[in-house]
């Protein structure tokens, strides 16, 4: 496994580096200003306005990180040719592609961790306590980017462009947030070749929307204890089945 960790921290390095990760993180500071901004001039509670307005962009914009990252940086590798020098070492390739990964979920998860403190911290400024809430629902959010990272790498494992591979990561992402619109033609009313279909969808596709946590939190509602382990389950067996795969076909495709 330390080679596996060599890989991730200078997958880590590499993001970091990425100019165009602080374009996405300034984007998505001045998204939490516009939502005071919007908060303070709303009808009812600002602080649940800026509360939610803010934990989306959170979401939105880690999702968008885990994409541009995850598409880009092993093409970089693949044009660069710097994957050749990688693979010519005592490097397995499962090892490469779970590495690329636990490098882009460290970087997630240091983003995530960075906007969640500060929104935190922000907003205790003005409630004059820490609201907790903020902490579970950007966690919540940190393991959907763990799934949108392993499509991301599976896609890179697969295609040849980084257009592509985001194409189809952000497609996965979107069904995925849209699932719950599937239970419509689940019901016996629909015809079965539409029932089939929603079914196998319903079973391949991930369930993201379990892990919107934000608005329900900031509504007031109480989560059952099991759905922080019951996602963190989900995601982890999800992300895992999605690595499998990409090795698989990471294993058999020729570098030139």
């Known amino acids: 496994m330390s080679k596996v960790a060599a890989l991730a921290l200078n997958t880590t390095r590499e993001a970091i580096r990425n100019r165009v990760l602080y374009s996405i993180l300034a984007f998505a500071v001045l998204m939490v200003g516009v939502s005071t901004v919007l908060g303070s001039a709303s009808i009812g509670d600002p602080i649940r306005y800026i509360k939610d307005f803010s934990l989306m962009s959170i979401s939105l914009f880690g999702v968008i990180i885990a994409v541009v990252l995850g598409v880009n940086l092993l093409h970089q590798e693949l044009s660069n040719k710097t994957i050749l020098n990688t693979l010519s070492k005592p490097v397995a390739r499962w090892q490469f592609v779970l590495g690329k990964f636990a490098g882009l979920l460290l970087t997630s998860t240091a983003v995530i961790a960075g906007m969640a403190v500060g929104l935190g911290l922000f907003l205790s400024l003005i409630e004059g306590r820490f609201d ?47 699932t719950q619109y599937l239970d419509y033609f689940l019901s016996e009313d629909t015809g079965w070749v539409l029932r089939s279909l929603a079914r196998t969808l319903n079973a391949l596709l991930p369930r993201l929307d379990h892990f919107l946590l934000g608005d329900r939190l900031v509504h007031g509602e109480h989560l059952d204890p099991s759905t922080l382990p019951y996602l963190i389950g989900y995601a982890v067996f999800y992300s895992a089945a999605l690595l499998l795969l990409a090795v698989g076909f990471f294993s058999r495709r020729e570098f030139r």
């Not at 959010?141 to 990561?169: D, H």
């Open 132 to 178: 907790p809430i903020i902490l579970v629902a950007s966690f919540a959010s940190l393991l959907e980017i763990m799934i949108v990272i392993a499509f991301a790498v599976f896609f890179s494992s697969v295609v040849v462009t980084p257009t592509l591979a985001g194409m189809f990561t952000i497609g996965c992402f979107i069904a995925g947030r849209s």
